[in-house]
């Protein structure tokens, strides 16, 4: 955060929020309510952000109109929300923790490419409506001197707050409790495959099979002689990371990349086969296995398809179900399998939220927990 007058402003509104979070600083109890509204929704990540940035912008220059947070549109009292956004609010949110979106609100679609004043009439067309709204109820709110800038920067934030401490208060309860239930009696195999099933049919799971598949090879690294290579971000493009696949396989100490594995929370086709294949020989990498992970049904001529690829490409291509592969490798590494949900456990709860969400980590702790309790009731009854 380079520059220190704007650090000032953010850690001073930070601190007059930390005081006193049961208390608003603003009495205006409607304005209150929109704020809470953005701060609190968990579908939608980026309004809250935006107007952290254009409420910060219009602190350190109080000329400027909070409605106009684009350069494009050509006012003297314009200003680029974008870059508070990423030079200041980037860091700021990332040092405390706050539930925001962790990059710019501004690549948004309905945030994206704008020139014109942003104001209560303006149909920005994103979802949830009601948080769009109030967003632009917000800047309005501002621009009609309703509340200062420095009053909504720091509601903002005291809401943030907010929510991330009953979060946190949340995971410490949930995992307390799975604590206390845990006891010498280990889940079988399947009885973890039927919990990672349950986890996988949740929505917005679409991040989970990466992390199945990871926490498979972080469990077994030692026999297997093969290491996973950090895991990149959920949205990240194959073309920005240079990456073969959503996971890189390489040999233990080394850094070829020997297996890659895809994810599809769809059918894969025969055109995913054949993009994956010009990934590998525009890669230059002497890749040796191509795995695609699907949770959906395999067709028969997709199966032939991929293998086929051998005798085209020297690389070996292969379609395996999600469930099929935990339940082998549950059955293979019979004696490694609570190793797997410890491992699975722990890359899920270091995701981002906007990889994995917070309600889909609550799950699977209140999903284990259950299936724990479950287990250790037959053992005693036994």
């Known amino acids: 955060m380079a520059n220190s007058r704007i650090a000032a402003i953010l850690n001073v509104a930070l601190q007059k929020a930390s005081e006193n979070t049961k208390k608003p600083a603003i009495h205006d109890t409607e ?102 709204k109030a967003t632009l109820q917000l800047l309005d709110d501002v621009y009609q001197k309703k509340l200062t800038a420095d009053e909504l920067l720091t509601e903002t934030i005291r809401w943030l707050l907010i929510v991330r401490d009953e979060k946190r208060q949340r995971m410490r309860s949930l995992l307390a409790g799975l604590k206390a239930t845990q006891g010498e009696t280990s889940l079988p195999a399947e009885g973890i495959v039927h919990l990672i099933e349950h986890h996988l049919k949740l929505k917005n799971s679409s991040r989970l099979p990466v992390l199945v598949v990871a926490a498979a090879y972080e469990a077994a690294s030692d026999y297997l002689r093969e290491q996973v290579q950090p895991l990149r971000g959920h949205h990240a493009a194959d073309k920005q990371t240079g990456a073969l696949g959503d996971l890189e396989i390489t040999l233990m100490d080394e850094q070829q990349v020997v297996t890659s594995y895809e994810m599809k929370t769809r059918k894969v086709t025969k055109n995913d086969l054949d993009h994956a294949m010009d990934k590998v020989f525009k890669s230059n990498q002497s ?74 980590k609550e799950a699977f702790l209140a999903l284990r927990q259950a299936a724990e309790t479950q287990e250790n009731q037959v053992g005693l009854d036994e």
């Open 287 to 360: 890749i040796q296995h191509y795995i695609f992970i699907t949770t959906e049904g395999i067709d028969q001529d997709v199966a032939n398809h991929a293998y086929g690829m051998y005798e085209k490409t020297g690389v070996e291509m292969v379609v395996l179900d999600c469930i099929g592969f935990l339940r082998h490798f549950l059955h293979l590494f019979y004696r490694l399998r609570m190793r797997f949900l410890e491992a699975y456990q722990e890359l899920l709860l270091v995701e981002p939220e906007s990889a994995v969400s917070q309600p889909l």
């Open 31 to 132: 304005i209150v309510e929109r704020i809470e509204l953005l701060a609190r929704n968990a579908q939608n990540r980026a309004c809250v952000r935006f107007i952290m940035a254009c409420s910060l912008a219009k602190m350190d220059k109080p000329a400027i109109d909070i409605r106009k947070p684009y350069t494009e549109i050509g006012d003297d009292d314009a200003f680029s929300g974008r870059t508070y956004d990423e030079a200041y609010i980037t860091e700021f949110v990332n040092q405390n923790e706050l539930p925001c979106n962790p990059t710019t609100a501004f690549l948004t679609p309905a945030f994206r490419n704008r020139n014109t004043v942003l104001t209560p009439a303006t149909n920005l067309v994103g979802r949830p409506e009601s948080v769009y």
